[in-house]
């Protein structure tokens, strides 16, 4: 019986490891909300945020008056042994109840531990926000990359393809005796080469997908990619002037910075209240009842009742050096933090710079790639119909295929590095959100029906001035770098 049960248990556990849900196919904004609604790291900063609420809920209780009750009950006995006299026993219980109230009513430190608690409490949802646009950061990017690798499977299956088709004419080739067997071993080692790179292509595609599932907590495939003839157009100086002063004022990082060195400043506040005094006032009243009163005594009750009211005033005078050194540390700190400020300004600057820099130049490389493109197409074209004459050798077509497909890659990893870099800028700038998703959505389409590659994209064989043309015209579907 215990054998059987094992069996179905492990039945069970089987069933369990190898049921997982399927990905779904999912856009660039569904990816975004998801991640924003179930990113574990994001709900965590949520937490945070209602942390430093509270926060701010304990230090005003500083201000209300504080009341206590408290009531207890006694029981008694005590026993006196006298020489040579009968022992004395007696036993009683007594009662009593008490209650007290007390008020703050000067205390600077608590009024800076408040506002310092506020303080907190907006650095806090600062974080967060910050928090949130590096999410949509993350899972944008990583749904770009996904794209950009791709593109890239694509183009190589296209070349493996084009390889084994001409690895099996020369394999025939040389069974008739028309080909010497060295030129098969060059195409078969090119054939295994452009393998090679498929495989390690899908392992990191399973690589990018299995980081999206983790940061959106569900498996998904992205169902949209970008328009394949979409003109990505360089940020010019007085766009680069209006982001750079965009970024100073918006900027999560700069800001969180900012507000550490007021809060340091406050914190210096606190620590200068030690030294000054304190003024409270506490009222208490107290009963007592005991069955224990004197019995000799006929006006003694065993009851009694006590009532006071206290002002007091605190005056600090010495603490061993312990105020002294916590506000000088207070001060210390405000050094510190102005220069992390100043530090994250540059930070800042040279971000927004770097970023705009590598935009213009993805921008410029796609252009430039397109013409290597065409150039490297109508060379490899010449060099085959040569090579079926006879007058170019086997090397000089793989050679000129090779260039042809780099090229290609590189010309993809160009147009999707630029929207990545798009989407840091706009992080960077502090403003990235659910509209600039919906802005780069302009710019794609469903993916489904575009898997089938030709040789080279058709709007790469056009010739260059139809090329200028086209980027000097309307975008299809908008402007990528319209905010």
Known sequence: MLQYKNLINGVFITLALNITPSASATTLLEAV???????????????????SENNIGISRSKFLPSLNGAADTTWNENETLLAGESDSTSSYNSNSYSLSLAQTLFNLGDI????????????????????MQSTISEIAIQYFEYLKNNAQIKATKVELKSSETRTRQMQRNVDLGNTAASELYEVIAQKEGI????????????????????????????SQD??????LLAISESEQRSILEQALRLNNDLLIA????????????????????????SASYRHDDTNNYDRTDPSAAGESNSTNVKLNLAVPILSGGSDYYDYQKSSSAIDRNELLY????F?????????????????????????????????????QRAYQLGTRTITDLLSAESKLFSALRDYESAR???????????????????????????LMSNIEGRDNQDLVPKHLLTNVSNKSSTRNGTKKGGDLNAN
């Open 33 to 51: 909300t998801l991640g924003l609604e179930n990113n574990l790291s994001l709900r965590a900063s949520n937490k945070g945020i209602d942390e």
């Open 112 to 131: 800076f531990k408040y506002g310092t608690a506020k303080l907190d409490f907006n650095i806090e949802e600062i974080k967060h926000q910050n928090k």
């Open 195 to 222: 393998a090679n790179r498929l495989r390690t292509l899908q392992k990191d595609r399973r690589v990018i997908l299995n980081s999206l599932s983790i940061q959106i907590q569900y498996p998904i495939t992205p």
């Open 226 to 231: 970008i328009y394949e003839s979409v003109p």
């Open 258 to 281: 900012k507000k550490t060195v007021e809060r340091s400043r406050r914190s210096l506040k606190e620590s200068g209240s030690n030294f000054l005094p304190t003024v409270s006032l």
């Open 342 to 345: 100043q530090d994250s300004l």
């Open 347 to 383: 930070s800042t600057r040279n971000d927004v710079n770097n970023s705009v820099l590598n935009i213009n130049d993805y921008s410029q490389s796609i252009e430039s790639y397109e013409n290597i493109i065409r150039a490297n197409y109508s060379s490899y074209k010449g060099i």
């Open 416 to 442: 999707y590095d630029y929207i990545i870099e798009v989407i840091k800028l706009e992080q960077i700038k502090g403003i990235l959100a659910i509209s600039s998703i919906e802005n780069i959505m302009t």
